[in-house]
């Protein structure tokens, strides 16, 4: 399954690796993807979608 959020307070590369780390801490062999202009993450998991959600907004970003 493959879920894509918009996170539009992603700035860098730094926020970037914030992100993947979070998504990696509900699923470790989750594949993450994100891409910097559009501000879209992309996420290949079988974790529900919620849950990757919230990681994302732990982590201290807003997820539309
Ligand atoms: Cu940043």
């Known amino acids: 399954m ?4 918009k996170v539009s307070d992603m700035a860098c590369s730094a926020c970037a690796n914030t992100i993947a780390q979070a998504v ?8 993450v993807e994100t891409d910097l202009t ?3 993450v ?4 079988q974790q529900p979608a ?3 959600k919230k990681a994302i907004v ?6 539309e």
Do not use: C, M
């Open 24 to 31: 990696k801490q509900v699923d470790a062999q989750a594949q």
């Open 2 to 5: 493959s879920v894509q959020f």
């Open 58 to 63: 732990e982590a201290g970003y807003t997820v």
């Open 38 to 40: 559009a501000k879209t």
């Open 42 to 45: 992309t996420i290949a998991t």
């Open 50 to 52: 919620e849950d990757i």
